[in-house]
């Protein structure tokens, strides 16, 4: 069972950058697809980012697409989300999922959160001036 713990959120004007990190306890997360949800106050989660387990495909909501960066290092057992260009309408808790894949050769991401397996504890990013 993989236990996922989300870091790297914080206080951070309009237009700064922050790095998320989501780390795994499972040795074998290089058969886990990972995506990044994120929840606003009153709002329903959203999907954000997702990414394969070979790396090679992501995905983007059109909402980051351009400012957010997904990607994983698989001898660290984790999965990084770069967010750059950040405006108040990114405030949430972040959370970040894996899907069991099987093998470590799938470019399959999984956009839907009820496709996922397990789920970190979240991390709170507040964009404020």
């Known amino acids: 069972q993989a236990q996922l713990v989300e870091s790297g959120g914080g206080l951070v004007q309009p237009g700064g950058s922050l790095r998320l990190s989501c780390v795994a306890s499972?040795?074998?997360?290089?058969?886990?697809?990972i995506g990044w949800f994120r929840q606003a106050p009153g709002k329903e989660r959203e999907g954000v980012s997702c990414i394969s387990t070979t790396g090679s495909s992501t995905y983007y909501a059109d909402s980051v697409k351009g400012r957010f960066t997904i990607s994983r290092d698989t001898a660290k057992r984790t999965v990084y989300l770069q967010m750059n260009s950040l405006q108040p309408e990114d405030t949430a808790v972040y959370y970040c999922?894996?899907?069991?894949?099987?093998?470590?050769?799938?470019?399959?991401?999984?956009?839907?959160?009820?496709?996922?397996?397990?789920w970190g504890q979240g991390t709170q990013v507040t964009v404020s001036s």
């Open positions: 499972e040795s074998s997360l290089n058969y886990y697809a």
């Open positions: 999922a894996a899907k069991w894949s099987g093998s470590s050769a799938v470019n399959h991401y999984y956009t839907h959160e009820g496709e996922y397996d397990y």
